[in-house]
C-alpha cells in the first residue's frame, strides 16, 4: 500500500506542527487516511420499471426498502434522470438507479449520453423476467465505449415460490441451472458474447448467485477500487469477513510507521494525541466495515427480521456498538499494562535531546501496529458472530 499521506498533505501537516497548530495537524492526517482509502466508486443500475432495481440499490446498501433513504420500491418509473444512492456507512461508494432504457425516446448510446456513462465504474443491467431487445442494444453499446456491465436475473426467490406451488418435489439447483442457461443462451443468441448473469433475491442476499457478484466485481475492478467494494459488500459470508480483515491488516504498518514519524517530533504530548487520532480513524473504520456500529446492527436487524436484542446479545468486544472516542480507546490502551508502560517509556525518552526521539520512534510503531492488531481481531470476531446469529435465526 502507498503512503497515505502525498507530499504535499506531509507539507501542511509539517506547517501546522511548526506553527503549534496541533488541531490543524490531526485534521489533515484524518483527511489523508480517509482519501487514501476512499476512491469514488460510482455503480450505474438499470433495467424496466419493475424490474426490482430499485430493490437492489437497497439490498447493495444494506438498507430496509422502507428506510428514509432508500430508493423508492413499488412504482410507475417516472424519472428521465439518474438517482443517486450513497451507501449509507462509505458515501464514496455510491448506486446510481438509472432510467430504464426502454422508457426513453432515443437510442443506446444517446441514452448512454444522458445519463453520464463515463462517470460510472461499471453497470448492472437488472430484469425480473427475460431480458430483452433493449437490455441487449444497451449491452452491446456499454461495451463498445469499453465499460464492464453484468446481468442480474431479479425476483429468483419468486420463481421458486411459484414452482414450488405447482410441484411438490422441486429440484431447486436444476430450476436455477435453467434460468441461468436460459438467460445467458437469449443473450448469445441476441449478439451478446460471453454474458455474465447472476440470479438473486433481494431478501435472501447470502442465497444464489449474489455472493458470486460480489467476488466477480471485486475481481474485476481496477485493483485501487476493489478494497474499496469490499468495505461496502455485507457480511455475508465467513470468506468476506475474513477479507475485509486481510486488507485492514495489510495496512496497519502504514498507520504504525506514521505514528513513528510523529514520535520524531520533539513536542511533548503530540506523538500520543497524532496516535490517539489515528488510532480512533482507524478503529471506525473497522467498524464501519465489519457493520459494528450501532445504526449498521440496527439495519441489519430490520432487513433479517431478527431481534436488535438477539444480535447485540453475542458481541463480546469492548468496542462493539460504542462510540468510538480518545478516550475510549485510551483506557483500552491503559487497560494493557505492557502498553500502558510502553506509552510511559515513550514520552519519556522524547525529554531525552536527540537521541530520545529515535528511541521513542519504534516504540511508538510497536504501541499503534499492537494496538490496531488487538482492535481488529476483536471486531472480526465480533462481525463473525453476528452473521452466524443473523444466518442462523432466518434459515
Not at 164 to 175: C, Q, S
Not at 303 to 309: K, Q, R, T
Not at 353 to 376: D, E, M, R, W
Request: some cysteine; proline content about 5%.
Amino acid at each position: 500500500m502507498s503512503n497515505p499521506v502525498d507530499k504535499k498533505s506531509a507539507e501542511e501537516i509539517k506547517k501546522a506542527l511548526e506553527k503549534n497548530n496541533y488541531a490543524v495537524a490531526i485534521a489533515k492526517v484524518k483527511e489523508c487516511l480517509y482519501k487514501s482509502k476512499h476512491p469514488p466508486l460510482n455503480i450505474a443500475i438499470t433495467g424496466e420499471s419493475g424490474s426490482g432495481k430499485s430493490s437492489f440499490v437497497n439490498g447493495f446498501r444494506g438498507i430496509d426498502d422502507w428506510h428514509n433513504n432508500a430508493a423508492p420500491v413499488g412504482c410507475v418509473e417516472t424519472t428521465t434522470q439518474a438517482t443517486k444512492y450513497p451507501h449509507p456507512s462509505y458515501p464514496n461508494v455510491t448506486l446510481w438507479d438509472l432510467p430504464g432504457v426502454g422508457t426513453m425516446k432515443f437510442q443506446a448510446s444517446q441514452y448512454l449520453q444522458h445519463v453520464g456513462f463515463q462517470k460510472y465504474d461499471f453497470f448492472i443491467i437488472i430484469t425480473a423476467t427475460r431480458f430483452k431487445e433493449n437490455d441487449v442494444m444497451l449491452a452491446k453499446e456499454i461495451r463498445r465505449i469499453g465499460k464492464k456491465f453484468y446481468f442480474v436475473r431479479s425476483k429468483i426467490d419468486n420463481d421458486l415460490q411459484a414452482m414450488k406451488r405447482h410441484k411438490k418435489n422441486v429440484n431447486e439447483e436444476g430450476i436455477l441451472t435453467q434460468i441461468r442457461e436460459n438467460c445467458i443462451g437469449g443473450l448469445q443468441n441476441a449478439g451478446v458474447s460471453s454474458p455474465k448473469v447472476f440470479l438473486v433475491s433481494r431478501f435472501h442476499l447470502h442465497l444464489y448467485d449474489f455472493p458470486l457478484l460480489q467476488q466477480t466485481l471485486k475481481k474485476e475492478l481496477p485493483e485501487h477500487k476493489r478494497d474499496v467494494l469490499l468495505h461496502a459488500i455485507y457480511n455475508i459470508s465467513r470468506e468476506v469477513i475474513n477479507k475485509k480483515k486481510k486488507v485492514f491488516q495489510d495496512e496497519i504498518s502504514t498507520y504504525a510507521f506514521m505514528s513513528a514519524g510523529g514520535s520524531l517530533v520533539p513536542i511533548p504530548g503530540l506523538s500520543i494525541a497524532l496516535d490517539l487520532t489515528m488510532l480512533v480513524t482507524v478503529t471506525m473504520q473497522y467498524m464501519s466495515g465489519f457493520g459494528l456500529d450501532e445504526e449498521s446492527v440496527k439495519r441489519l436487524s430490520t432487513n433479517c427480521g431478527v431481534p436488535l436484542s438477539n444480535l447485540k446479545s453475542v458481541l463480546t468486544s469492548p468496542l462493539a456498538l460504542q462510540k468510538v472516542t480518545p478516550d475510549l480507546i485510551s483506557n483500552l490502551l491503559l487497560k494493557c499494562a505492557s502498553t500502558a508502560a510502553l506509552l510511559a517509556a515513550e514520552e519519556g525518552f522524547r525529554f531525552i535531546p536527540i537521541i530520545g526521539s529515535l528511541v521513542a520512534a519504534p516504540i511508538s510503531y510497536k504501541v499503534t501496529q499492537n494496538a490496531l492488531q488487538t482492535f481488529l481481531d476483536m471486531l472480526a470476531e465480533d462481525a463473525q458472530k453476528l452473521m452466524e446469529k443473523a444466518l442462523s435465526e432466518i434459515l
